[in-house]
């Protein structure tokens, strides 16, 4: 692979300021345990994973019905720790039950805004009694431990209630996106065995009606375990009921406001989470109570400086894991969690800094994709509220490309705040890298591993390298890694831990510059290797960003018979540019300068988008595959399937 010197070397953009460090909760951490330096916290939380892990779940003041006797055993293998060992808890009580006979009862626990404008907050009291109603609902039904519940809805209080009202009474959460389609919901239905599905009738996107029970019914009916369907109205109602289906006003809303919790087993299952696959069926990976929600709790404070009190909004989905990521951290921090369900650029493209005004959002989070796209409106949107309540930038979901990233740093964080970059992914809990604020930033870099994570970056025979590309792996288990596939144990070896034996290898591209900080370069799976030479996607397509003309790009590897693949590039175009021959030479001939006459792009493609999960990856597995007209594999996480059609009708162009 080449050099990446795109992104590599930049300068650095932000410095930590001694208030800064003084007030991070990372600081506090450090001082509590007499460790000197961040280094130094790195370094111990690695060769003593227990006292750090140990460490955490103290500074959380995660409380156990039964102590545990061994935080962490590895006598099955490092694919298999086992956590809190004989601790018996429900992360509920800590997230809601704890907090009742406290000041943090009368504090918000969400702030809901829809896309027509209705608001509503919940307290964590008023949180607790709807979650204690919807358990004791569940429990009318006969649903208890071990039982799967599905979330089929969007982004409402009622789904915060269900998500926490399912683990708490024992049973294990199955969060879905919410624009899946029918093939999509059955087939996870299938896979998890759920008895229940919490759906709504639907939601509003850009001022239109989106059905959702349609949907709901006709994946139910593939699926025979569900044995109900407990419906919101979102909508004020639909006419598509089924003798499946329970209204949630008349279940739910006149149960008692106390409910007991179920104890667990720290390691118990409290969710699954499905990603997809390129081919097959969708991989369901099992989290534990004293896993996911721990890690997502660790990275708020050591990464993100999460304070107790403070308001977070992270643009997501429940299906996407930053969405339980963020309910399960902020709740086990007594924090505010704010739901937007709706369009970021409807009714304008202002709506997201509407957003961080209305609600004095403290910690915004979003993906590289969203500001590519807001950035085209230029800076008055932004300008146009009061975005000071922020304090940190968040960012994850996908490699930035410098420009973007400059620009959310500078109009929106105004050059002061730092963008805390993340990386980890559905199985990780959380971060395998991530920026902290007692170090430098530089564009588009991490910091390094948060504490806890012991990651490298290596070439394919293991070994560490600096200052060029390699494997991003982590050499030793970690709080909140995945227990494995649901019901696939071998399909869970074979995918992380098969490559090179002893180590998680996550499947993506990274380096580490001579400052020491990290880069993520995109998928290994969407290298290109032309006449033997690999090539990162995300170093040719920052490339071409730095064109004036060109808002975002996707670069994929088509077949050739001399070098083995080609470069295609695929780009979308700011307003006011056209799409001429010209244009196309200048961009090719910008790469050639920058990567050398044998990277040249063999086609370049204009196009109207590129194909996207609703999180805002681009799916360039998607890009290749549509333009090549190979079959498209999974696209049941796509949010545009229109731009594959748009792909696709260019094959007839090809030379």
Not at 96 to 115: C, H, S, V, Y
Not at 360 to 372: A, D, F, Q
Not at 433 to 457: H, N, Q, R, Y
Not at 584 to 592: C, G, P, Q
Request: proline fraction near 7%; hydrophobic fraction near 40%.
């Amino acid at each position: 692979m080449s050099d990446a010197q795109t992104i590599l070397g930049n300068e650095f953009a932000w410095h930590p300021t001694p208030d800064w460090i003084e007030r991070s909760r990372v600081k506090s951490f450090m001082d509590a345990h007499g460790i000197p330096t961040y280094e130094a916290l790195l370094r111990k939380s690695i060769d003593e994973p227990s006292w750090f892990w140990n460490a955490v779940l103290e500074e959380l003041g995660i409380e156990f019905f039964e102590p545990y006797t061994q935080v962490m055993d590895l006598s099955n293998g490092p694919a298999w720790p086992q956590w809190c060992v004989g601790g018996r808890m429900n992360i509920v009580h800590n997230c809601l039950d704890k907090w009742q006979d406290t000041p943090t009862a009368d504090r918000a626990a969400i702030r809901w805004e829809g896309e027509e404008g209705t608001t509503r907050v919940l307290t964590y009291r008023e949180l607790w009694q709807l979650t204690n109603q919807c358990a004791n609902a569940l429990r009318s039904l006969e649903i208890g431990p071990g039982d799967r519940v599905a979330i089929f809805m969007p982004m409402c209080p009622e789904l915060v209630a269900a998500f926490f009202a399912a683990i708490k009474i024992g049973g294990i959460v199955l969060p879905l996106f919410s624009g899946y389609g029918v093939d999509a919901v059955a087939s996870r239905l299938q896979d998890s065995g759920a008895r229940v599905l919490f759906t709504a009738d639907g939601f509003w996107r850009r001022g239109q009606r989106v059905e959702m029970l349609a949907t709901a019914h006709a994946a139910v009916t593939a699926s025979p375990d569900v044995q109900h369907v407990i419906v919101v109205n979102r909508l004020a109602g639909s006419d598509d009921q089924d003798q499946l289906d329970l209204l949630w006003q008349d279940l739910v809303e006149g149960q008692a406001t106390e409910c007991d919790t179920a104890w667990a087993k720290a390691d118990d299952p409290l969710m699954l989470l499905y990603t997809s696959g390129t081919t097959g069926r969708p991989k369901g990976a099992v989290h534990s109570h004293c896993g996911f929600p721990i890690k997502a709790a660790q990275d708020m404070m050591h990464a993100h400086d999460v304070h107790a009190g403070e308001t977070m909004y992270w643009v997501s989905d429940i299906g996407w894991m930053m969405g339980p990521w963020e309910l399960f951290g902020m709740a086990l921090l007594g924090g505010t969690t704010v739901l937007y369900d709706g369009a970021m650029d409807y009714p304008g493209p202002d709506r997201l800094w509407q957003l961080v005004d209305r609600h004095k959002v403290n910690i915004l989070g979003i993906s590289p994709t969203l500001i590519r796209s807001l950035m085209r409106h230029g800076e008055e949107p932004v300008r146009r509220h009061d975005v000071s309540s922020l304090r940190i930038l968040g960012s994850t979901g996908e490699p930035w490309n410098p420009e973007p990233w400059r620009w959310f740093f500078d109009v929106v964080g105004g050059g002061k705040l730092p963008i805390i970059n993340y990386s980890g992914g559905t199985e990780v809990s959380g971060g395998l890298l991530a920026g902290c604020v007692l170090k430098p930033l530089k564009p588009a870099a991490f910091s390094g591993p948060p504490p806890g994570i012991d990651a490298d970056v290596v070439d394919d025979q293991g070994r560490p390298v600096r200052n060029q590309v390699g494997e991003l792996v982590v050499r030793a288990p970690w709080m909140g890694m995945t227990h494995g596939f649901w019901q696939d144990p071998q399909r869970y070896e074979e995918t992380y831990w098969s490559r090179m034996p002893g180590l998680w290898v996550h499947g993506d591209w990274a380096a580490i510059d001579d400052d020491g900080l990290w880069y993520i370069l995109g998928r290994s799976d969407d290298t290109i290797k032309i006449a033997g030479k690999r090539l990162g996607p995300a170093e040719v397509e920052s490339i071409l960003i730095e064109h004036p003309a060109v808002l975002e790009a996707g670069a994929v590897g088509i077949a050739d018979e001399l070098k083995g693949q080609a470069l295609a590039c695929f780009v979308v175009l700011r307003p006011g540019y056209d799409p001429t021959p010209a244009l196309r030479d200048e961009l090719s001939a910008l790469i050639v300068e920058r990567l050398g006459k044998p990277l040249k792009p063999q086609v370049v493609e204009f196009v109207p988008e590129l194909p996207k999960t609703r999180n805002a990856k681009v799916m360039r597995r998607v890009i290749r595959t549509a333009y090549l007209g190979e079959p498209l594999g999974d696209l049941s996480s796509l949010e545009n399937p229109r731009a594959v059609d748009a792909i696709a009708a260019l094959r007839g162009s090809r030379g």
